[in-house]
């Protein structure tokens, strides 16, 4: 069954330090987002993606993040100058339409830790 | 905004009963609901989907119901098997027809053999 792929699966970063964490979504789906989840909270909605621009983004997903698709595969999310209070579970998801009746199909994660 | 809450408590029950989870929301009206399966450092796995129009879902030992009046669903495995064993999230779609969904916290579900 074809899966979203996240790597790396675990990044370690200095505060202040850029980050790009990186998916290969789905080949067929159009619709990408950026998930994220602090340990022992909820998965919170960070920013979706369609036809090469942001579609919806939330507040957590200030000028400090940004996202891209460079080629026809990937798709990745950029952390400007890392906080402390951005170390989280990130996942990337993917769907094959954005609106009701899409399901979500969401990658293992990349565990990042700010020091 | 949008409040979603599931029944924080773990959830521990005997292998072959039947497991039932609460999501209840406020301050909206979706049009859809779905569940989530998530097992402990990975991401949540799809199970099903109920739209507003529909009281009920079923997919095989999984059954799932919707009422807009109440602004609650219900999400039932039965014959529960240890292998159940996992985090299970209520997620609903935020009305702007862009896919983003607003999880629950979550409720862990523990099956005992």
């Known amino acids: 069954e074809p899966e979203v792929t996240q790597t790396p699966s675990h990044q370690v970063t200095q505060m202040g330090q850029e980050v790009i964490l990186r998916c290969v979504p789905i080949?067929?789906?159009?619709?990408f987002y950026w998930y994220r989840q602090i340990l022992g909270q909820k998965v919170e909605f960070l920013v979706s993606f369609y036809n090469n621009e942001i579609s919806e983004k939330s507040e957590i997903f200030d000028d400090q993040f940004s996202v891209e698709r460079p080629d026809g595969s990937n798709f990745t999310l950029k952390i400007r100058s890392t906080k402390l209070e951005d170390s989280a579970m990130y996942f990337c998801?993917?769907?094959?339409?954005?609106?009701?009746?899409?399901?979500?199909?969401f990658g293992s994660g990349t565990q990042l830790s700010v020091l | 905004s949008q409040k979603i809450e599931q029944n924080s408590e773990a959830l521990n029950i005997q292998e072959g009963k039947t497991a039932t989870l609460t999501c209840n929301y406020t301050n909206y009206s979706p049009a859809y609901l779905q569940w989530y399966r998530q097992d402990p450092g990975r991401g949540p796995v799809f199970l099903l989907l109920?739209?507003?129009?529909?009281k009920e879902k079923r997919k095989e030992r999984l059954k799932v119901t919707f009422d807009t009046t109440l602004k609650q669903s219900l999400f039932h495995i039965t014959a529960s098997q240890p292998a159940d064993s996992a985090t299970y999230l209520c997620a609903l779609d935020d009305g702007n027809q862009g896919g983003k969904l607003i999880f629950g916290q979550g409720t862990e579900l523990s099956v005992k053999p």
């Open positions: 109920i739209r507003e129009n529909e």
């Open positions: 080949s067929n789906h159009l619709y």
């Open positions: 998801a993917s769907s094959v339409g954005g609106g009701e009746n899409e399901k979500l199909f």
